[in-house]
């Protein structure tokens, strides 16, 4: 085999070799984030049981490229391959176009020998010319100042005036506890049946905080005693991904949502993290983009890439599609005992 020739293989997770040369491999590249990880992989496996093929690209014995890649078998729309599932990232990390392209052609190819109906890539930025782009989602991120203290000075003046009165008003307490995720679960539960969306299973957190250790936080708001408002944040080379978010509708404290984002911004300045991931927004999610915009963030375009192979049609699962508004609609008026566990079992299926 010629030396610079590209071979692809997939990973073996029972090869600690392996595992560790992915690792290295992913934290050393400037693209990567904490979804092309091998925490990501254990925990979603061990939560949805999605049947995983990490494929990684080597030329000679050096290693060029990955791709993590879960194929996913959805009630509702068929078998999918995506990078990643329930991920804000994901897609193809590689040194260089040839070996990217080689990764897409080996998941292309699996696509059709199995009869996926879609691969998708949720890059950063597109990453290989023979996949569409899709630009469904913006991204929000920017640099966090140096000291805790100046956070509040990032911020635009009325969201640190909404901040500063929610805490005061609200008299609002906040603490950083990893034993507090099925509370911030609960909450996050809450949000989704408000929002008119299936919730994850509860497993799902837990799982992220075994694989993830010292690398997630788990931020709890109170008011007194009064569990109100909750995020489980990822924190991955420098950067602070704020990911799943609860709020306790029934408490009107204005503010509330400004206050939980600043304190988490804070306590990664405090832990040493220089930039805040505000995650992605569905492009027509107009609601969603203004707060964030508020915020003092401005949107950037995802250039997510897919792949539909030959005499298939991709699903369409976004949650703003005008086919889910009347069971978005039912959703939110059923009771939260129902809507936990059926979210948590229709979450197989529609890979976020």
Known sequence: MPEDSIRISTLDPRDPAQAAAWCRYVDAHADATPFHS?????????????LSHYLIARRGEVLSGV???FEVRSVLAGRM???VPYATYGGILADDSATAEALFDRAAGMARQSGAVTLELRSIRASVPNADIVKSHVF????????PEDVAGTMPRKARAAARRAAERGRLTVTFDQNEWYTVWRLYARS??????PNYPMRFFEELVAAFGDQVTIQLV??????????LTLLYKGVVYPYFAGIDERIDIYGLNNYLYAESMRHGVECGYREYDFGRTRADNIGGMDFKRFCGFEPRD????????PGRVAPDLSAGSPRWAAARRVWKSLPLPLTRPLGAWLAKSIPG
């Open 302 to 309: 995802l250039e997510y890439q897919r792949y539909v192979p």
């Open 38 to 50: 091998l925490a990501w992989k254990r925990a979603v496996e061990r939560t949805f049981g999605h």
């Open 222 to 231: 109170r008011q007194a005693d009064r569990p109100v408002a909750g995020l």
């Open 192 to 197: 989704m049946r408000r929002l008119g969306s």
């Open 67 to 69: 791709l993590p890649l």
């Open 81 to 83: 391959l995506i990078s």
């Open 140 to 147: 929000f991120r920017k640099p966090l100042p140096e000291r």
